[in-house]
């Protein structure tokens, strides 16, 4: 079956929300400085737009820094969990690890393809991600990651409603700095990441570079074709432009590239159903009764798959042409993805203004393109007629947001606007 969508979007909205300052506790830890007159460190967290000392945000928040990222061993979207109670995520189907299912407190954004949208915000930098595409890359240089529990609509939009997760990245500074990191494991496991700070020019221009890979060999063996599934193959770059003109103005530009070329994961057969008198299941039961007993002989991390040569050649594959092409494209099964980000960020304080407080405006806008080809097997079955996947996804998003934010006293406030524009192309062949 072959299966074609196409989606455009477009958002528009104002947001005004406005807060007085309360005593209130959240979770764990994110951005630090140095301790206060209580003894205790100041954690700062963004959860209402705005810097504020995690005590005083009514909000339940998991946060965490970089710093604690890296001493508890926090790679990527999937280990988060692990430090973040009632966080849970799980791989995308046939799209793998780079699209990761998302779940706070039990809502979750099972869906990851175009059209789909889910109860979980993805923040990198403010700016929203409406596919998870590409979340799962490492969580490097990065200053916070903050997971933000329940509805979150009046600040973050209608997609929050389970909750929202936001990346902080390191801003680039005016002082000279870099770093080099370098791993290895089994399965020839190799991993490194680096960056170095530049300031271009002294208290005006400011450029941070960043960069970070991770490879392993594949575990699971498909014995009739020799592809070893589970592998992960993932590259990341970051580079940061960092521009004050004066102390009034600050604007930062942030590119963000990520690429994941991965086999899928594998399945073995356990056990089959009863033999069907009619239909395709009856043509088909001879050969699972063959390859059920060949599986069950078979290593743990063994198993047969339905792409091979003879069985199945995936055509090429794309938005225009979904699945009639007569040449080879791959065989075998695969996950391809690719996102690339630019955005920018332009904070000016203009200072006291009367009965308004004291006002800054800030603008969020951005575009993001994502990119999604995978093929996967699902019933690990190498007979034709079994079920198997095959997807072409891209899509483009534009946004925009303007906020005003003002304090006046013992009152915080926060005046937007928010413009969305997504398309998006989804071609399916089972």
Request: aromatic share 8%.
């Amino acid at each position: 079956m072959v299966c074609n969508r196409q989606r455009h979007q477009v958002i528009g909205g104002v947001i005004i929300a406005m807060a007085a300052t309360l005593g209130l506790n959240a979770d764990v830890a994110a951005q630090t400085s140095a301790p206060t007159a209580s003894g205790l460190e100041e954690i700062v967290v963004t959860a209402r737009r705005r810097e504020e000392n995690l005590q005083e945000v009514p909000i339940s928040i998991t946060a965490l820094s970089g710093f604690q990222l890296k001493n508890q061993m926090i790679h990527n979207m999937f280990d988060l969990p692990m430090v973040v109670p009632g966080l849970f995520t799980t791989m995308g189907g046939v799209r793998g690890s780079a699209s990761p299912v998302i779940s706070i407190r039990g809502q979750a954004n099972r869906s990851v393809q175009p059209g789909a949208d889910g109860s979980i915000g993805i923040y990198f930098a403010d700016l929203p991600w409406a596919r998870p595409v590409g979340a799962n890359a490492d969580l490097f240089d990065l200053e916070s990651v903050q997971v933000l529990k329940g509805p979150q609509g009046t600040l973050f939009g209608r997609n929050t409603t389970g909750g929202a997760i936001l990346f902080t990245p390191r801003a680039p500074t005016y002082e000279f700095d870099g770093y080099a990191e370098a791993s290895g494991g089994e399965y020839n496991m190799r991993a490194g990441e680096g960056m170095v700070n530049i300031p271009v020019m002294q208290d005006t221009l400011a450029l941070r570079l960043g960069g970070q890979y991770r490879t392993r060999d594949g575990y699971m063996l498909m014995l009739n074709t020799g592809q070893k599934l589970s592998d992960v193959d993932t590259h990341s770059l970051r580079a940061s432009l960092l521009w004050t003109p004066n102390e009034q103005l600050t604007s930062t530009t942030i590119y963000s590239y990520f690429r994941s070329d991965v086999v899928a994961d594998g399945l073995r057969i356990r056990d089959i159903a009863p033999q069907a008198d009619t239909g395709q299941r009856a043509q088909i039961y001879p050969h699972a009764q063959k390859y059920l007993a060949l599986s069950q002989q078979a290593g743990k991390y063994e198993g047969y798959s339905m792409y091979t040569p003879d069985i199945f050649v995936f055509p090429p594959f794309t938005a225009e042409n979904p699945g009639n092409g007569p040449l080879p494209h791959k065989i075998g099964q695969y996950m391809d993805t690719k996102a690339n980000t630019i955005q920018n960020t332009t904070v000016w304080d203009i200072g006291e203004r009367g009965v308004f407080g004291d006002v800054s405006f800030k603008n969020i806008m951005g575009y993001r393109k994502t990119e999604s080809d995978s093929a996967a097997d699902h019933t690990g079955l190498p007979v034709l007629g079994s079920v198997s996947w095959g997807s072409v996804e891209e899509t483009d998003q534009v946004s925009n947001e303007f906020q005003i934010l003002g304090t006046k006293g013992a009152l915080d406030y926060v005046v937007g606007a928010f413009v969305f524009r997504e398309h998006g192309d989804s071609s399916s062949n089972t």
